[in-house]
């Protein structure tokens, strides 16, 4: 079993920055992909960015510019650093992880998710 736990999240006036963490913990063989999604009132999941273990991120175009992911292998930690926030980010912000977990029948693929962390912007 794997578990995320972010943290980082709060209220902030636009224009402010925040930074969330999610360390992933537990029977963790390999991290392939992290990344952040986030979800507001009345709206679906939505890609915010992600990072494989490679490199090469991905963002979306709305955060293009304003937020960058980040990640420390070691600490199997994934970073968003949030600057130029606007009231359009408010959400509950989620971390997402795909990992390979050690099992009695060899390593397993499985997708895991955080509990949520609240990002407020006011105007």
């Known amino acids: 079993q794997v578990q995320l736990v972010e943290s980082g999240g709060g209220l902030v006036q636009a224009g402010g920055s925040l930074t969330l963490s999610c360390a992933a913990s537990?029977?963790?063989?390999?991290?392939?992909?992290m990344g952040w999604y986030r979800q507001a009132p009345g709206k679906q999941r939505e890609l915010v960015a992600a990072?494989?273990?490679?490199?090469?991120?991905h963002y979306a175009d709305f955060v293009k510019g304003r937020f960058t992911i980040s990640r420390d292998n070691a600490k199997n930690t994934v970073y968003l650093q949030m600057n130029s926030l606007k009231p359009e980010d408010t959400a509950v912000y989620y971390c997402?992880?795909?990992?390979?977990?050690?099992?009695?029948?060899?390593?397993?693929?499985?997708?895991?998710w955080g509990q949520g962390t609240q990002v407020t912007v006011s105007s």
């Open positions: 990072m494989p273990s490679g490199g090469n991120t």
């Open positions: 997402n992880a795909d990992v390979d977990v050690s099992t009695l029948f060899g390593t397993r693929s499985y997708k895991y």
């Open positions: 537990g029977s963790i063989f390999r991290i392939n992909v």
